[in-house]
């Protein structure tokens, strides 16, 4: 459905990506962990179109997106979720949320609204609707950045170490959260994350970057147990 094929991405003489093959399917749950530096924030600025490929296409529902921008690709159900939440801070929790639906998913007003409300309650910031944004904890802030997200009306969710920063038993709460979106909207998550643990509650398909390109792609636990994987973590311990 949402498929990065050959893709590339060079900075200067670093190969950033170095041919990267992704396929996400309709509701796929599919973690992405590697080391540092692998390439996986910088695949997810190519999935979601706020970076252009070196080399590569990238496809949405059989046509070809590699052109296309971020909103465009907002608009044909692609959303993302940043590593740092960055609501529009003087603005209401629901008004951030509105922004979504309206600017990035195209929804009319009526439709928007109530998509908003729905999105706040799966989020639990519904009570805080009203509140403004920069007077969220960080936890809350995350809990935005993903409504924000979802009130796009997305089909496949991009998610960049949303859980980084969390108490465990914030962790827990997000789990518990994307589960329940996964359950009632069949929707496609990829979500980088470095706490495997909690990445593993949720997805049912790990893939293991390292140096640019994609190492292990399977069955969590079978990933986790992969030689190639153990030495890239490893590796990085060791450095
Ligand atoms: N905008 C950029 N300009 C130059 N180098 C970059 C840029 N973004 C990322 N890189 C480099 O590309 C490599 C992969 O980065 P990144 O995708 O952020 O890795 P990860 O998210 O796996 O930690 C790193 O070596 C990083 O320094
Ligand atoms: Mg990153």
Redesign the pocket.
């Known amino acids: 459905m949402l498929a990065a094929a050959g893709v590339r991405k060079q900075f200067g003489a670093l190969a950033a990506l170095g041919g990267v093959d992704l396929d996400v399917g309709p509701g796929d749950a599919i973690g992405i962990v590697g080391p540092n530096g692998a390439g996986?924030?910088t695949l997810l600025n190519v999935l979601a179109g706020t970076m252009a490929p070196s080399g590569g296409t990238v496809s949405f529902r059989g046509a070809d997106v590699t052109r296309s921008s971020a909103a465009r690709r907002a608009r044909l159900g692609i959303a993302r979720a940043h590593?740092v939440p960055r609501p529009f801070g003087a603005m209401t929790v629901f008004e951030n949320c509105l922004v979504g639906a309206t600017a990035g998913g195209g929804l009319r007003r009526r439709a928007a609204y109530a998509r908003c409300l729905e999105v706040l309650e799966l989020c639990g910031l519904i009570e805080l609707a009203d509140r403004r944004a920069d007077s969220l904890g960080l936890l809350g802030r995350k809990r935005l950045e993903l409504a924000r997200a979802l009130a796009t009306d997305p089909v496949v969710l991009l998610l960049?170490?949303i859980g980084a920063g969390l108490t465990d038993a914030e962790a827990a709460e997000l789990v518990a959260m994307l589960k329940a979106l996964r359950g009632e909207q069949g929707l496609a998550v990829v979500w980088?994350e470095h706490i495997v643990h909690v990445l593993v509650q949720v997805v049912t398909r790990l893939v293991c970057m390292d140096a640019g390109r994609v190492i292990s792609d399977g069955e969590p636990a079978a990933v986790m147990r992969d030689a190639r994987v153990v030495d890239a973590y490893l590796g990085t311990a060791a450095a």
């Open positions: 996986k924030t590593q960049d170490e980088i």
